[in-house]
């Protein structure tokens, strides 16, 4: 509780320095201590970018993909141990156990082959993800330089914003343009 009171003090402070008096400004920018703020709600360009939609239409697509390809093989698996319920009266002990045997193996094969594919899809998302937050990087790198911004806030980190500080629609743009899309897979099946 003393944190978020401290954190809205802090946040209060700062918007009534960026928004001080001209000749207040003018007077600090003198002293080279011109305090320019800007925010940035970076959930909404983590999910307005096209090079985000890019990476969550293809995630999106080799899921359904991977989730058609486990349909068939459930429904594989539960023919099987069907049959095998079926030949348990007709085959001998021993041979049942083995056919038992192989049907289980094969069961954690499939298990696994599940679980190596959520691990894919969460690898290639998280690798695409880091080049989306790179290009982010440079982008407000350069809208820093650019407009001589001294500090950016995360807009979820502040309680108030007035709309010229909020920078995000620009940030957006500027991605676009840097990183339009995101390949995910490359060609061999990842």
């Known amino acids: ?48 970018a096209k090079a985000a939609k890019s990476i969550r239409d293809q ?4 899921r359904k993909t991977y989730q058609g390809e486990m349909e068939v093989e459930e429904k594989s698996l539960r023919e ?3 049959e095998l ?3 348990r009266t ?17 069961f954690v094969a499939a298990q696994r082959g599940m679980q190596e594919r959520k691990m894919e899809l969460d690898r290639a998302r998280n ?3 880091v080049k989306l937050r790179d290009a982010l990087k440079e982008v407000i790198t350069s809208l820093v330089v650019k407009n001589n911004i001294t500090l950016i806030l995360r807009k979820d980190q502040t309680v108030f914003t007035a709309k010229p500080m909020d920078i995000t629609a620009l ?20």
């Open 59 to 62: 995630i999106e697509a080799k």
């Open 85 to 87: 319920a079926r030949q």
């Open 80 to 82: 099987a141990n069907q």
């Open 1 to 48: 509780m003393l944190f978020h009171i401290r954190m809205l003090v802090a946040v209060f402070s700062l918007i009534a320095m960026a928004t001080a008096l001209p000749a207040q400004a003018q007077e600090k920018k003198q002293e080279g201590l011109l305090l320019v703020v800007a925010v940035v709600d970076m959930n909404l360009v983590m999910t307005e």
């Open 127 to 129: 690798d695409a993800l």
């Open 90 to 106: 007709i085959l001998s002990p021993e041979a049942f156990k083995e056919e038992r045997r192989k049907f289980e193996e094969r």
């Open 171 to 190: 940030v957006i743009e500027e991605v676009d343009k840097k990183l339009p899309s995101v390949k995910v897979f490359n060609g061999k099946g990842k």
